[in-house]
Nanobody
Framework: QVQLVETGGGSEQVGGSLRLSCKASGLTSGSYAAGWFRQAPGKEREFVAAISRDGGTTSYADLAKGRFTISRDNAKNTVYLQMNSLRLEDTAVYYC????????????????????WGRGTQVTVRS
């Protein structure tokens, strides 16, 4: 059974930083591409960042470029999202997603391309 468990959310001030972690179980380490999405109240889920299964290629939504960094540690079967310079509009539930990838350098930016999802972790940015 595949499980993705997000941790690291919480409340942070504008301009602060948070690091989200996504620990995978039931998936062979390094066999899957991963991504982060978020959903704010009353809004649709949106893409934040994605990473290939070998960690060599990444992609970011415009909202994340220059502020967020996605990375992974395949030895720990964990994907991270480092979020800096937080803004009020970053307040949302952040979801980790994973999908098996045949090619080591592919990443995926559309939610329907992902087979597995975590339950999410709340990030609240306060003024």
């Amino acid at each position: 059974q595949v499980q993705l468990v997000e941790t690291g959310g919480g409340s942070e001030q504008v301009g602060g930083s948070l690091r989200l972690s996504c620990k995978a179980s039931g998936l062979t380490s390094g066999s899957y591409a991963a991504g982060w999405f978020r959903q704010a109240p009353g809004k649709e889920r949106e893409f934040v960042a994605a990473i290939s299964r070998d960690g060599g290629t990444t992609s970011y939504a415009d909202l994340a470029k220059g502020r967020f960094t996605i990375s992974r540690d395949n030895a720990k079967n964990t994907v991270y999202l480092q979020m800096n310079s937080l803004r009020l509009e970053d307040t949302a539930v952040y979801y980790c997603a994973a999908t098996h990838s045949v090619t080591s350098y592919f990443y995926y930016v559309i939610s329907s391309q992902y087979d597995f999802w975590g339950r999410g972790t709340q990030v609240t940015v306060r003024s």
